[in-house]
């Protein structure tokens, strides 16, 4: 009787891993499908974990599954790398089963599905990738933090009566800058018509509105959380500035492909430089463009019981790279004449805004898959693509909304 389950490998090895210790089995199959199992416990120091290496190098082990458990997973990863083949699995794909949870148990069942070659590994990208993947994210934390700094600047102004906010386009330019330190400096003994005075450039032309705007009552205690919130969004901008120099430096030899998405709508260079970061160059470890969308969480579920289809949401997916292209898509929707800017506003009318937004970032993620495949820049189609696709049916929609109206029509082909 042929087997169900083939032992791919011999010799492999499951590590369950912790904050503070990591539980290893090393699993030796013989060629009766008959197993020996050694479980051993290695704390996280690196001593330690070179005392693992040193170990699994002893017994002949080169291949080895790993949970990818928060951030614990890489100082273990970092050591081992190089030495063995490392599959970094995802943790829903290695759950015991129910009333088996323990970690001895836990590391021998990860053995296990490795040997019969069960475990799917996750996408990891290079080393230096994942350095440059630090920095972006590292960024866009500092970016998010830059503007609730701004938010709680807005908040203290508009709490002190202050509505400069309402003359100024940006508080936080040249001018809004100098007019928030001399309401720090004066506080309530501010005047309003020297304070606009220091406006700069056209909105010297809203004088007569700022000196009204800035008729407010700043206290002490609202000047001494002004300055400090002004002081660190002053550090912010600088350490956004040094990040941003160091990522371009890591990013120099990327830079076709970074120029290849940046013809994207909706996508810069800031934002190029995060998706490269994120997804890799190399789309061969992806084979399809479906499976790169799944990947980042932009394709839907499959629900299927019974023969009926049942509505599912999208999946988790990689939140960096979704959380990106959404707000790539949300730009494109702004762009003018273009086939991203149709497609979003043409489901947005069906289907809502958030449909609209996945939509469309699942239409870049495909683009930049066969562009990154292909080496080559983005196609544009134009803003009257889809109406050209079948243009009869367009036609008679209109005619049916005239009609509704009230309006006669009458059909004239040539």
């Not at 928060?70 to 970092?78: D, E, K, L, R, S």
């Not at 936080?172 to 001399?182: E, L, Q």
């Not at 000196?211 to 002490?220: E, F, P, S, T």
């Not at 350490?239 to 492909?257: H, V």
């Amino acid at each position: 009787m042929p087997k169900i389950f083939q032992v791919l490998h011999s010799t492999c090895c499951g590590i369950d891993v912790h904050k503070k210790t990591v539980v290893v089995c090393l699993l030796k199959t013989d060629e009766y499908g008959e197993y020996t199992d050694t479980i051993r416990t290695f704390s996280t120091m690196t001593p330690d974990l070179e005392r693992l290496k040193a170990w699994l190098l002893e017994e002949g082990c080169v291949k080895i599954a790993m949970e990818s458990t928060g951030v614990y997973w890489i100082p273990v990863f970092n050591i081992l790398e190089g030495a063995f083949e490392i599959i970094l699995a995802n943790a829903r794909q290695t759950k015991n089963l129910p009333g088996k949870k323990t970690d001895p148990s836990d590391s021998r069942w990860i053995s296990k599905l490795l040997a019969l070659g069960l475990i799917n590994g996750s996408f990891l990208p290079s080393k230096d990738l994942r350095e440059l993947r630090e920095l972006t994210r590292y960024r866009d934390k500092l970016i998010s933090m830059r503007t609730s700094e701004k938010d709680r600047a807005h908040n203290i102004l508009e709490v002190c009566n202050i509505k400069l906010a309402s003359v100024a386009t940006d508080i936080f330019g040249v001018s809004g800058m100098a007019m928030m330190n001399a309401l720090i400096e004066k506080q309530e003994s501010s005047d309003p018509a020297g304070i606009a005075e220091l406006a700069k450039g056209r909105l010297r032309e809203k004088i007569p509105q700022l000196i009204k705007a800035l008729q407010g009552r700043v206290d002490g205690h609202h000047a001494e959380t002004l300055s400090m919130i002004l002081d660190h969004l002053a550090y912010l901008c600088q350490q956004i500035a040094k990040l941003e120099q160091r990522i371009e430096e890591m990013a120099k030899p990327y830079q076709q492909e970074i120029e290849l998405l940046d013809t994207i709508p909706g996508i810069d260079k800031t934002s190029a430089q995060s998706i490269i970061a994120e997804i890799g160059t190399d789309m061969s470890v992806f084979e399809t463009p479906e499976r790169l969308a799944s990947w980042a969480g932009l394709s839907p579920g499959n629900h299927e019981s019974a023969g009926k289809k049942k509505r599912t949401r999208i999946g988790p997916g990689n939140q960096y790279v979704k959380t990106k292209l959404c707000q790539c898509a949300l730009a494109a929707s702004h762009t003018k004449d273009t086939y991203l800017s149709s497609k979003y506003h043409g489901i947005k009318g069906r289907r809502g805004p958030q449909k609209a937004t996945i939509a469309t970032a699942r239409h870049q993620i495909v683009s930049i898959f066969y562009m990154l495949k292909n080496k080559e820049p983005y196609r544009e189609l134009g803003g009257d693509y889809l109406l050209k696709l079948k243009p009869k049916n367009v036609a008679n929609k209109m005619i049916k909304r005239l009609q509704a109206l009230g309006y006669e029509v009458t059909k004239k082909v040539g």
